[in-house]
Antibody, heavy 114, light 112 residues
Framework: QVQLVQSGAEVKKPGASVKVSCKISGYTFTRDYMHWVRQAPGQGLEWMGVINPSGTSTNYAQKFQGRVTMTRDTSTSTLYMEVSSLRSEDTAVYYC???????WGQGTLVTVSS | EVVMTQSPLSLPVTLGQPASISCRSSQSLVSSDGDTYLNWFQQRPGQSPRRLIYKVSNRDSGVPDRFSGSGSGTDFTLKISRVEAEDVGVYYCMQDKQWPYTFGQGTKLEIK
């Protein structure tokens, strides 16, 4: 069955960067677009962006442009998302998800605190 | 960007009774391929979101048939025919017709 397993929780200081990973198994990794969605504590879901099957093209939500980088490693079937210049408002659970969000990872809590 | 608006935001329901959530989009979700790209997600407390319904009315695998989706164009509805205790959580509509994908604010379903 399809599985998306994300890396563990992170605690970062303001201004730092964080890189979250998402390992996919159970289907052909290079077939689908992959998305990232985040959820701040007690808040709703926010789409961050998408990467194409080959990893050669990305599309980011306007508010994340310039601060978010999505990549994928087809040799290890792993997706990555890096957020730079972290601020307290970036404290959230970050999810990876398959195209059309039919399968989700378990989420990675990123806490930004001085 | 397509704006998604849900109502109500809070939904207290008695066990065994029906429940209904509305979702409106700021523009038509009908794509050039003729399909309408509206989804419904359930997020139980402490869990990742789970897709329940895609393309307005198609249930995902394993989703109980008490969940149903309907609507067209810009107005959509999620119905639960008889609410069970395991249905407690937050429900989101989401459009995937175009990037950026956008979500409704969420509707919190609780047992009265």
């Amino acid at each position: 069955q399809v599985q998306l397993v994300q890396s563990g929780a992170e605690v970062k200081k303001p201004g730092a960067s964080v890189k979250v990973s998402c390992k996919i198994s159970g289907y052909t990794f290079t077939r689908d677009y992959m998305h990232w969605v985040r959820q701040a504590p007690g808040q709703g879901l926010e789409w961050m962006g998408v990467i194409n099957p080959s990893g050669t093209s990305t599309n980011y939500a306007q508010k994340f442009q310039g601060r978010v980088t999505m990549t994928r490693d087809t040799s290890t079937s792993t997706l990555y998302m890096e957020v730079s210049s972290l601020r307290s408002e970036d404290t959230a659970v970050y999810y990876c998800a398959r195209d059309h969000l039919d399968n989700w990872g378990q989420g990675t809590l990123v806490t930004v605190s001085s | 960007e397509v704006v998604m608006t849900q109502s109500p935001l809070s939904l207290p329901v008695t066990l065994g009774q029906p429940a209904s959530i509305s979702c409106r989009s700021s523009q038509s979700l009908v794509s050039s391929d003729g399909d309408t790209y509206l989804n419904w997600f359930q997020q139980r407390p402490g869990q990742s979101p789970r897709r329940l319904i895609y393309k307005v009315s198609n249930r995902d695998s394993g989703v109980p048939d008490r969940f149903s989706g309907s609507g067209s164009g810009t107005d959509f509805t999620l119905k639960i025919s008889r609410v069970e205790a395991e249905d407690v959580g937050v429900y989101y509509c989401m459009q995937d017709k175009q990037w950026p994908y956008t979500f409704g604010q969420g509707t919190k379903l609780e047992i009265k």
